[in-house]
C-alpha cells in the first residue's frame, strides 16, 4: 500500500499542485460515517480539499468521489465525465462539485444497474437505483445549484450521496449472485483490462 502523502506546508489554498490522496476501502470505519455538514462553503480550506479530490478521481478513473472516500468526515461530492473507460457506454455527467448537497426521490421506479466504486476496487454489482431525482447543492463558487436528473446521471449522484450517509453501494444490492469481481464477472472485456490496468 502507498503510504499517505501529505501536503508539505499546510495552510490556506495558494495554488499549490493537488495531490492524489489514498481511497479508503471498504471495511475502514471512516467510510461508514455520516458525513458533517460543511459549515462556511466559502471556507478556503476547502479549494484544496477539492482539487486534491478531483486530482484523485481522474488519477483513477472515477466518475464520482466523495469526501469521505479521501477520509475528509464532511458532506461535500464531485462527479462528472465526458467519457470514462469504466464506463464506456454511459452518457456524460457535467462536471459537478457540490458542497453539502440534498438529493429528493422524484419516482418510485427503480432500475439495476452495474455499480463499481474506488473503495470497492475491482468488484462490480447490480444495484437498484431510482431512475428520475432531483438533487441541488452549493457550488464552490457559492452559488445554489438544484438539477433534475435520470438514468445513470441520477446513479452516481445516488452513490456519492450515499457515501456521505456512510452508505457503500454493496449494501444496496438485492441480490448477492449479481455481485463479483470484474475479471470474473465479465471475463475478457475491455472493462476488465481497463480494471487491471488501474489496479496496477
Ligand atoms: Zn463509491
Known amino acids: 500500500m502507498m503510504p499517505g502523502r501529505s501536503r508539505p506546508v499546510p495552510g490556506p489554498y495558494d495554488g499549490e499542485a493537488a495531490l492524489i490522496r ?97 473503495s470497492v476496487p475491482g468488484l462490480r454489482g447490480l444495484v437498484p437505483r431510482a431512475t428520475h431525482i432531483r438533487y441541488g447543492g452549493i457550488l464552490e463558487g457559492g452559488e445554489v445549484l438544484e438539477r433534475e436528473a435520470r438514468g445513470f446521471h441520477a446513479r452516481v449522484f445516488q452513490h456519492e450521496y450515499d457515501h456521505l450517509d456512510g452508505i457503500l453501494y454493496p449494501q444496496r444490492i438485492r441480490d448477492m449472485t449479481k455481485f463479483g469481481f470484474i475479471e470474473a464477472l465479465f471475463p475478457g472485456s475491455l472493462l476488465a483490462a481497463v480494471e487491471a490496468e488501474s489496479a496496477a
Do not use: S
Open 22 to 118: 489514498d481511497i479508503l476501502k471498504m471495511g475502514d470505519p471512516r467510510l461508514l460515517r455520516v458525513a458533517k455538514p460543511v459549515e462556511d462553503p466559502a471556507d478556503p480550506a476547502l479549494g484544496p480539499i477539492i482539487a486534491d479530490m478531483v486530482e484523485t478521481m481522474h488519477a483513477t478513473n472515477g466518475v464520482g468521489l466523495a469526501a469521505p472516500q479521501i477520509g475528509v468526515d464532511l458532506r461535500l461530492v464531485i462527479f462528472g465525465f465526458d467519457t470514462n473507460p469504466r464506463y464506456p457506454d454511459e452518457a456524460p455527467v457535467p462536471a459537478t462539485t457540490l458542497i453539502n448537497p440534498w438529493l429528493k426521490i422524484l419516482t418510485d421506479e427503480t432500475e439495476d444497474g452495474w455499480e463499481g466504486c474506488l
